[in-house]
């Protein structure tokens, strides 16, 4: 049933982490009960057949677990008995009446806390913006009272109801990584999970590319100090597109390098406007859903200023482009950053269950990997103008506007 990759080593504290992907439903039989799914998950750790929350906590501790039921590290000793008890837990949860009114009730209060956040309040309206699903589909961004009033309608009968009919392990995707016996755990893995199949079929939720008319909106978030810069656009992307590793690169020079990046160096660095920034690239591994998005935090009467340097860098890279400095640099810092995420046995079974999910192995990383040596400058400046309008930016600003007026110090510059 589950597809599974395994990774034995030996790793000092004989450590081993375990990454288990489920798929629940489809886009018509998961309609409406997107709040249900979020909430059944979050219950699982709340209770079972045989153990109240606390002793479910307990009996993670001894076993040196640590993380949740689908995401975990453990040592050699305690694997066969940590795979046990998260089939238990994934299975066989009790949904207690009191568990369920807490969580309710924790969500609701950080729902409200959320709303005068410069960050939350940012973050949704831009969702918002881009939105184009109905009310009810798992794709739909819900507006804050939205989600409100779907926590308050959701009952009991509801999360013991999706249980039942969507979780499984067929299909699912399990990788283990570190130090353990692969003849001794192939087995109870099949054994626990093999024949865990859900009542509802499952098929992958897509979403496809679509242009967005550019949104400009400031929000008042008042008694905050900080404020929050937002930017986002749509962008048709699929991670095996020719142009994808030239993006990364290209991201990686715009906003993704840290205060390295052109970014950073002019809302930080130069004109002390920033804290800290960057922008981020997504592309669809399925599906053409590619977003580049830009944040950062400034002090409210900064933000003006902010969102015109951003937007000024932004027209330059797009106009002038990017030198072969900066491309060396970009491809330098990025395969860096991924030899040192394959030394993280979590990023590794992390990755492990997505490269099955998507009928890939590590074979395809090492192929991007070639790619992203191969990019030229003038491939990798030509993606970006093809990719990135500066004309289709969305912007969404939050901060306390009582304090727009008031003068403020520049943010001194690292040394």
Do not use: C
């Not at 016996?181 to 099949?190: E, G, H, W």
């Not at 500066?390 to 520049?410: N, T, W």
Request: hydrophobic residues 40%.
């Amino acid at each position: 049933g589950v597809k599974l990759a395994l990774l034995p080593k030996k790793n000092r504290g004989e450590t081993v982490t375990v990454d288990l992907r489920q798929h629940f439903g489809t886009e018509q039989s998961l309609f409406g009960k997107g709040t249900i799914q979020g909430l059944t998950s979050a219950m699982l750790m709340r209770g079972t057949t045989r153990y109240t929350r606390a002793e479910l906590a307990d009996a993670f501790d001894k076993l040196k677990m640590t993380g949740g039921p689908t995401h975990f590290q453990t040592t050699r000793e305690h694997l066969p008995e940590a795979l046990k008890l998260v089939a238990h837990v994934l299975r066989e949860p009790a949904f207690p009446a009191s568990e369920f009114e807490q969580l309710r009730q924790q969500i609701l209060v950080g729902l409200e806390a959320s709303r005068n956040e410069p960050d939350s309040a940012a973050a949704r309206a831009m969702a918002l913006h881009f939105n184009r699903y109905p009310t009810g589909d798992v794709r739909h961004a819900n507006s804050l009272e939205e989600d409100v009033a779907e926590v308050k309608a959701a009952r009991l009968a509801d999360l013991k109801a999706f249980h039942a009919d969507f979780h499984g392990a067929q299909p699912a995707e399990m990788a283990i990584v570190g130090d353990f016996d692969a003849a001794q755990i192939t087995p109870l893995v099949n054994t626990l999970f093999g024949a865990w199949r859900a009542p509802q079929p499952f098929a992958p939720v897509l979403t496809g590319h679509v242009d967005v008319a550019p949104l400009a909106r400031t929000l008042d978030t008042p008694d905050k100090e900080n404020g929050s810069y937002t930017a986002r656009l749509n962008v048709d992307l699929n991670v095996d597109d020719p142009d994808y590793p030239a993006l990364m690169l290209a991201n990686y020079i715009f906003g993704e390098g840290g205060l390295k990046s052109r970014l950073m160096d002019r809302i930080r660095q130069k004109d002390g406007l920033s804290y800290g920034g960057g922008s981020n690239l997504m592309a669809g591994t399925l599906d053409r859903f590619g977003v580049f998005s830009i944040g950062a935090i400034a002090a409210p009467q900064n933000l003006a200023k902010l969102d015109a340097a951003v937007r000024a860098e932004l027209a330059r890279a797009v106009k002038e482009g990017f030198t072969a400095e900066e491309l060396a640099g970009a491809r330098s810092g990025l395969m860096q950053q991924r030899l040192q995420t394959r030394t993280n046995d979590a990023a590794l079974a992390t990755g492990w269950t997505s490269y099955l999910y998507r009928g890939k192995t590590f074979l395809w990383s090492l192929e991007l990997e070639q790619k992203l040596n191969a990019v030229t400058l003038a491939q990798l400046n030509a993606a970006f103008r093809k990719a990135i309008d500066p004309a289709k930016l969305s912007v969404v600003m939050a901060g306390d506007q009582s304090k727009v007026g008031e003068p403020v110090k520049p943010i001194v510059a690292m040394p």
